[in-house]
Structure formats: C-alpha cells, structure tokens
C-alpha cells in the first residue's frame, strides 16, 4: 500500500489511526502476523536493554530491527578487581537455595524447603515454612526463655545454689514440649536430662539402669547427677480404723498407719559409684546427700563391710565437683574421705555442707584438711545456722582443748593447687596469719577469692559471758576488728588474691544492715572500717579505696527510757561503711525506728 502524499490525507490517515472507540468490539487478529509482532518487540527491546546498559558499547543510535541481533555484541573484559568477575546472564533462571535445616535436622516434610526448578512464588502463593526451618540460635532463645537460661558445669561465677543450677522446676509440665517438632524433642531433652535427682536405693538404680539401656541416647545428656540416701523408710500397718487418733497416710490400697523406721533398701557408695561410672560418660558433676535425722544412720561404703581386706572403688573418671550434702552421714572418719577420693581421681571442687554443728564434724575436718590433696575449689560449710549466741556451745569448748581449727584451714587454703576457699564456720585471725606464714615462700601462688563467714571468732575469754556474737557484743566486735586487720595485712604476701570478703550474719538481728562486714573486690573496700584498717590497706595495697567513709550509722537519739533509738539511713540497702567505734553504743541496747 503506498502511503498518501498530500499533507492533508496523511493528517487524516494519522488521525484515524490513532482513534480507538472501546465501546466497540475488538477486531480478531491474525495469529501468525501477532506472533510476528511478539518476535520484533522482543528482539527490539532487547537491543534497547543491551545497548543503554553498556555506555561503552559502539553502534548506531537506530538500527534497522532486521540487523539488530544479540551475537553482534561482545561485552568488553572486566577488570580483575571487580567484585563480580563473571555476572550472572539476565534471564538466567532463579532458585532458591535449599534450607540449610535439611541437613542439619530431621525434618518431618523433607524437600519442603527446596522451590521447583525454573519456578518462583506468585504474590498470591505462601511460602512454605515450619518451625524446624528456623535456625538453632532461635530454638534456644525460645528455651532459655521457658527454661532459664543454662549454666555450664564447668562455670565457677555463674552457679549461686548447686541444688538448682542445672535443674528446672517445672520439668514434668515442660516436658511435653518435646512433642511439638522433632529439633525441640532433642533441645528439651538435653535440658530435662542435665541435671537428674535419683533416690539411692537398689529398686531405684535397677530402673534408672534398664531405663538408659533401653534409651542410650540420653547418657550423654546428662552432666549433673545427684544420689540422695533416704534416712526413713515408712512401714504400713493394717487398714486404718474409724476410732484411730492417728492421722492415716493415703496410698493406693486405701487408709492405713505408717510408722517411720530406718530405710532397709539403700545402696552402698561402691553400687552407686559403679552405676554413675557406667551408665553415664560425660557426667561432670555428682552430689550426695546423705540426708539428716536425729540418730542418722551412716551411708555403707561398700556392699559387704568385710574389715581388714583391700578394696577399690569403681573410678568414675569425669567427675570434676562434688557436693556433699549432709556430710556427716557420709564422711566421719579419714577412711571414708580417702575411700569417696579413690573413686574421683579428676576431681577438682569439694563443696560440703553439714546440717547441724557436732564436735566431731570439725574433728573429723581438721584430720581430712592435713592431707594432701589437688583441689582448687574447697568450699565448706560446717555451722550455717546464722544466729547468734550468748556464749561458745559445749560442743565446741571440746574442740579447742584438741585442736585449733583455724590453723588446719589454712593448711589447706595453702595448698599450691588451690584458688577459691569458702568457709562457714568459728574462725578467728589465726587463720589469716598462718596462712600469709605458708604462702611466704612460694613464688607463685594460686590463691585468687577467699570468702570466710563467720559464726563466732574462737577466742579466750576470761567469763563465759564474753563468748557471744553479736553487733551489741563490744567482745565479739574487737574479734572481728582483729580478724578483718590479719585479713588485710596478709594480703601484703598474698598477691595473687583479689577477692576477699568477711561477714558476720544474723538473720535474727534488729538491724541487718549493721552485721558487720569487710569485702575487697575489683580495687575497692566497702564495710568496716578504723583508723588502723585504713592505713594497713594504704599501705598492703595502695590502689585500692574505700568506696565511702561514713562517720555514723544515721540518725542516733535516746527514747525515754534511756535506749539508744536509731533511724537508720539505710533501711533495706547495704550499708558500704561502718565505723567499728560506733558499735559501743549499741551495746546497752537498741530500738529501732522504722520511719525515716
């Protein structure tokens, strides 16, 4: 067709071409001249994408459509410095990358995190995702959310109370959590089976054994094990009747009277050491709790009390701490600390806890704290009642005709292995100077935190009366001044020592911020303080300061009956000074006044 050459027709042409009426019906076109059309414009547009994308490239500015072609152009060579050496081709196709949570975990839906080849999701479409597919790091932000955050065994700062470190109290109700997916099931199993309480009787450990025969998978869980000896065992009578004054105990036959003898069915030492030993091989911690009940039994060693033979205990190899809870059912002679010893060649922390004060717990002490041992952890409780006394216990009068406590202590704070010692206990400052006397000679000594808390101070007094404790005792104040001055003036020799803290606590106190205290840590003192324990700390350690040198305890006035009457400017905080020459007028008496 040519094309008209009057302006005025080519107006008309251009005008009527360019007209479109929707409201009528479109006009079918042919398929053959469309899919003509489709070619050329994506031949077209590809030349346009090409060419605008490199600025270097030559060419005419419009080609003909019949010569443009793709082969026509070479894209020049990049640089070796270009982040990007090879780029990926436009109309490369797209895929999404496999979930790496197929590999790692064992998914219920595998394949389900891949996307079809040459497939992409259309806005309308859902991505598929489950829980598994989110990565490790959230699982255990939404654990440590519902069951504390965990504690390594192997932590010396984070662990406050062994009994519940590694233990969730709420262990049957979370436990159904390991349903949800099958990476929570592993996650809260390792979490549940941290940290297992078992009761130390030969029905017990048969079960607890056929029970990670028959799931070896979760030995490895387990890190902290804890044996505990019962020391009553109940025996049922008949059914109870009507006109009984006995309180019945509810079992599972019905009502019946129940009297507590002693436990018949316990395990010896040597069985629960061979169970720990081969059940579990990466347990790390043990705890023994040999219970308290008056006239307690003790805890066999053995399984056959056969004198005069040689015996081994079975090793249990991992074992680095042990905690012993109700030491005095389990440990009342030197032959039974070396034969519990024999048992754990790793170890290297000892916590033990006595439940009530005897003479021969700190006998029995001082015999065990002579030898020679590699622990550097030792952390001992032996009178951890917190109350004060009018005077020293008969108990302990019998100790001091034998031995002086304070100066076997040290013998074993002074042992080259040892950093952290932590005692509960009658001390006085013998301690303190024995101490800095065997550490004198050694070039390098290991000793970091020594933390005392303080029952009484062993002194002699001339009246039994001058024996209490106190903060209205003047007695027991100038031995506590005299302890915190030893503490001070040893650090001269002990370098290596950066923690120190001395306390005295009475729950039953009138004032609880008034126990006194001495605590150095991180370059700073804070508690009681004199004349003489500011110029000792000068001059021992000149870096260090007082956080606060407060001349008075607050607000002193007398009621009218003459008693001290003292509004405290530290109700419910801690108090970081204390003059000792103010505790002379707490010893007529005091009234406190709870209004500030």
Same mark, same amino acid.
Request: glycine share 4%; proline share 7%.
């Given at each position: 067709?040519?094309?008209?050459?009057?302006?005025?027709?080519?107006?008309?042409?251009?005008?009527?071409?360019?007209?479109?009426?929707?409201?009528?019906?479109?006009?079918?076109?042919?398929?053959?001249?469309?899919?003509?059309?489709?070619?050329?414009?994506?031949?077209?547009?590809?030349?346009?994408?090409?060419?605008?994308?490199?600025?270097?490239?030559?060419?005419?500015?419009?080609?003909?459509?019949?010569?443009?072609?793709?082969?026509?152009?070479?894209?020049?060579?990049?640089?070796?410095?270009?982040?990007?050496?090879?780029?990926?081709?436009?109309?490369?196709?797209?895929?999404?990358?496999?979930?790496?949570? @197929?590999?790692?975990?064992?998914?219920? @839906?595998?394949?389900?995190?891949?996307?079809?080849? +040459?497939?992409?999701?259309?806005?309308?479409?859902?991505?598929?995702?489950?829980?598994?597919?989110?990565?490790? %790091?959230?699982?255990? =932000?939404?654990?440590?959310?519902?069951? $504390?955050?965990?504690?390594?065994?192997?932590?010396?700062?984070?662990?406050? /109370? &062994?009994?519940?470190?590694?233990?969730?109290?709420?262990? /049957?109700?979370?436990?159904?959590?390991?349903?949800?997916?099958?990476? &929570?099931?592993?996650?809260?199993?390792?979490?549940?089976?941290?940290?297992?309480?078992?009761?130390?009787?030969?029905?017990?450990?048969?079960?607890?054994?056929?029970?990670? =025969?028959?799931?070896?998978?979760?030995?490895?869980?387990?890190?902290?094990?804890?044996?505990?000896?019962?020391?009553?065992?109940?025996?049922?009578?008949?059914?109870?009747?009507?006109?009984?004054?006995?309180?019945?105990?509810?079992?599972?036959?019905?009502?019946?009277?129940?009297?507590?003898?002693?436990?018949?069915?316990?395990?010896?030492? %040597?069985?629960?050491?061979?169970?720990?030993?081969?059940?579990?091989?990466?347990?790390?911690?043990?705890?023994?709790?040999?219970?308290?009940?008056?006239?307690?039994?003790?805890?066999?060693?053995?399984?056959?009390?056969?004198?005069?033979?040689?015996?081994?205990?079975?090793?249990?190899?991992?074992?680095?701490?042990?905690?012993?809870?109700?030491?005095?059912?389990?440990?009342?002679?030197?032959?039974?600390?070396?034969?519990?010893?024999?048992?754990?060649?790793?170890?290297?922390? &000892?916590? $033990?806890?006595?439940?009530?004060?005897?003479?021969?717990?700190?006998?029995?002490?001082?015999?065990?704290?002579?030898?020679?041992?590699?622990?550097?952890?030792?952390?001992?409780?032996? @009178?951890?009642?917190?109350?004060? %006394?009018?005077?020293?216990?008969?108990?302990?009068?019998?100790?001091?005709?034998?031995?002086?406590?304070?100066?076997?202590?040290?013998?074993?704070?002074?042992?080259?292995?040892? @950093?952290?010692?932590?005692?509960?206990?009658?001390?006085?400052?013998?301690?303190?100077?024995?101490?800095?006397?065997?550490?004198?000679?050694?070039?390098?000594?290991?000793?970091?935190?020594?933390?005392?808390?303080?029952?009484?101070?062993?002194?002699?007094?001339?009246?039994?009366?001058?024996?209490?404790?106190?903060?209205?005792?003047?007695?027991?104040?100038?031995?506590?001044?005299?302890?915190?001055?030893?503490?001070?003036?040893?650090?001269?020799?002990?370098?290596?020592?950066?923690?120190?803290?001395?306390?005295?606590?009475?729950?039953?106190?009138?004032?609880?911020?008034?126990?006194?205290?001495?605590?150095?840590?991180?370059? &700073?003192?804070?508690?009681?303080?004199?004349?003489?324990?500011?110029?000792?700390?000068?001059?021992?350690?000149?870096?260090?300061?007082? %956080?606060?040198?407060?001349?008075?305890? +607050?607000?002193?006035?007398?009621?009218?009956?003459?008693?001290?009457?003292?509004?405290?400017?530290?109700?419910?905080?801690?108090?970081?000074?204390?003059?000792?020459?103010?505790?002379?007028?707490?010893?007529?008496?005091?009234?406190?006044?709870?209004?500030?």
């Amino acid at each position: 067709m040519t094309p008209p050459s009057d302006p005025m027709l080519l107006d008309q042409v251009h005008s009527e071409s360019l007209t479109l009426d929707t409201r009528l019906p479109r006009a079918e076109r042919d398929q053959s001249l469309q899919e003509e059309e489709e070619g050329k414009a994506t031949v077209e547009l590809a030349n346009i994408m090409t060419t605008a994308s490199n600025p270097v490239s030559p060419g005419s500015l419009s080609p003909p459509l019949d010569q443009v072609g793709l082969q026509d152009f070479v894209p020049p060579t990049r640089p070796s410095s270009t982040p990007f050496p090879h780029p990926d081709p436009r109309n490369a196709t797209l895929r999404r990358a496999t979930c790496p949570a @197929e590999d790692l975990m064992d998914l219920d @839906e595998p394949g389900h995190c891949q996307a079809p080849a +040459g497939s992409l999701p259309g806005p309308s479409q859902s991505v598929g995702v489950n829980l598994n597919h989110l990565p490790a %790091e959230i699982h255990e =932000c939404i654990l440590d959310h519902l069951f $504390g955050f965990r504690v390594s065994p192997a932590s010396k700062s984070s662990i406050v /109370r &062994w009994g519940t470190a590694l233990r969730h109290s709420r262990r /049957r109700e979370l436990s159904e959590l390991s349903l949800v997916s099958s990476v &929570w099931r592993v996650l809260i199993q390792e979490r549940l089976y941290r940290h297992i309480k078992l009761k130390a009787t030969i029905d017990s450990l048969r079960s607890s054994f056929s029970w990670f =025969c028959q799931n070896p998978h979760l030995r490895c869980y387990v890190k902290h094990i804890e044996v505990w000896f019962p020391v009553f065992q109940p025996k049922y009578g008949p059914l109870a009747v009507s006109n009984t004054n006995v309180l019945p105990t509810v079992t599972a036959d019905g009502l019946t009277n129940a009297t507590y003898i002693l436990p018949g069915n316990n395990c010896s030492l %040597e069985e629960a050491f061979y169970f720990v030993a081969e059940t579990f091989p990466e347990v790390s911690v043990l705890t023994l709790e040999g219970g308290e009940r008056k006239k307690a039994p003790k805890v066999r060693h053995w399984i056959r009390e056969e004198r005069g033979q040689l015996r081994a205990m079975p090793k249990v190899e991992t074992i680095r701490t042990l905690i012993c809870k109700g030491q005095w059912n389990l440990i009342r002679s030197l032959e039974d600390w070396e034969a519990i010893m024999s048992a754990l060649p790793s170890l290297q922390e &000892w916590h $033990g806890s006595y439940s009530k004060p005897k003479s021969k717990s700190y006998l029995t002490m001082a015999e065990v704290l002579r030898q020679p041992m590699s622990l550097s952890t030792l952390n001992l409780c032996i @009178e951890g009642d917190y109350r004060r %006394e009018l005077s020293f216990p008969h108990y302990f009068n019998k100790v001091r005709t034998k031995v002086h406590f304070c100066s076997t202590l040290a013998q074993a704070a002074a042992l080259p292995s040892m @950093e952290h010692i932590s005692y509960t206990g009658r001390v006085c400052k013998q301690f303190f100077i024995d101490l800095a006397n065997r550490l004198k000679d050694i070039r390098n000594p290991r000793l970091k935190s020594i933390d005392i808390t303080v029952k009484n101070c062993c002194r002699n007094v001339a009246h039994w009366n001058e024996s209490g404790s106190g903060i209205t005792d003047m007695f027991f104040i100038k031995a506590f001044e005299a302890l915190v001055l030893a503490g001070i003036r040893s650090l001269e020799k002990l370098t290596s020592v950066k923690y120190l803290r001395i306390r005295y606590v009475d729950l039953d106190s009138p004032v609880p911020p008034l126990n006194p205290y001495f605590q150095l840590r991180n370059g &700073w003192a804070s508690g009681v303080w004199s004349e003489v324990i500011v110029s000792e700390l000068n001059r021992v350690r000149p870096s260090v300061r007082f %956080e606060e040198l407060a001349e008075s305890f +607050g607000e002193v006035g007398y009621s009218k009956d003459g008693r001290m009457v003292i509004n405290p400017d530290f109700p419910r905080a801690r108090a970081l000074s204390l003059k000792l020459s103010n505790y002379r007028l707490l010893s007529g008496g005091i009234s406190v006044s709870h209004s500030v």
